[in-house]
């Protein structure tokens, strides 16, 4: 973030339902690993915000922007915004705001074990990985690929050095190629 220019920032993880409104699956478990545990409209409206006014954004979310030289002013400027969640792709209305999509994955055991050291705001109960987080990770990874968006996969076992790389690179070509 700090390395690219006028950077803002919208995490997926912020728009979570409050847990009162959180269903209760068949499993017993409260169902959060869904598109319906979330307010997407909210974060839509949100990233629209961006869309329409990066400035006034970053104003209002405390983003300091680069220096403008007396030629131009921030609104000429590059605006960059990062949108980062557990379930992104499963939600079509946000894909056309997209310009690159990527998607990081693990395999099952891995992720278990960083699962495992995280620690939420609301604590995992046990049995949650297996009986739902797992599962509905398998269930929308399907339903993303039957979509065939333009997604590019990262690699989670390497590291978070080298991931940022390769996105960091990948950014700056593409930005090279509309130039
Ligand atoms: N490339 C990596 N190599 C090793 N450990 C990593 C890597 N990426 C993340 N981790 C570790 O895995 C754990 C979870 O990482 P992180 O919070 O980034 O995942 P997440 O998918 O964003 O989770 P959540 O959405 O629940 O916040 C953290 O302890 C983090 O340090
Ligand atoms: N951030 C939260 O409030 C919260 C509450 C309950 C569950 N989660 C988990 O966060 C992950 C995505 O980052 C999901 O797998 C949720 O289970 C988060």
């Known amino acids: 973030m700090k390395s690219l220019p006028n950077c803002c920032v919208v995490h997926q993880d912020d728009f979570f339902k409050k847990p009162g409104q959180i269903e209760v699956g068949e499993d017993g478990f409260k169902q959060w690993d869904v598109i319906a545990a979330l307010d997407m409209e909210a974060m839509t ?3 629209k915000g961006w869309v329409e006014n990066p400035v006034k954004f970053a104003r209002t979310h405390g983003v300091t922007l680069s220096n403008t030289s007396n030629m131009t002013g921030p609104e000429e400027q590059l605006h960059i915004l990062i949108v980062e ?3 992104l792709y499963n939600y079509l209305p946000l894909m056309d705001v997209f310009n690159k999509c990527y998607y ?3 395999p099952y055991q891995e992720c278990k074990s960083r699962r495992s050291m995280r620690q939420y705001t609301i604590p995992d109960l046990p049995g949650l990985f297996d009986g739902h987080v797992w599962p509905m990770y398998l269930k ?3 339903e ?4 065939n968006l333009p997604i590019e996969y990262l690699d ?3 590291t978070k050095e080298e991931i940022y790389t390769q996105v960091y690179e990948d950014i700056q070509n593409t930005l090279l190629n509309r130039l």
């Open 45 to 47: 409206n949100t990233i």
């Open 156 to 158: 989670g076992l390497r």
């Open 85 to 87: 969640g557990f379930l």
């Open 104 to 106: 990081i994955t693990i």
């Open 140 to 142: 929308h990874r399907r």
């Open 144 to 147: 993303m690929e039957d979509n």
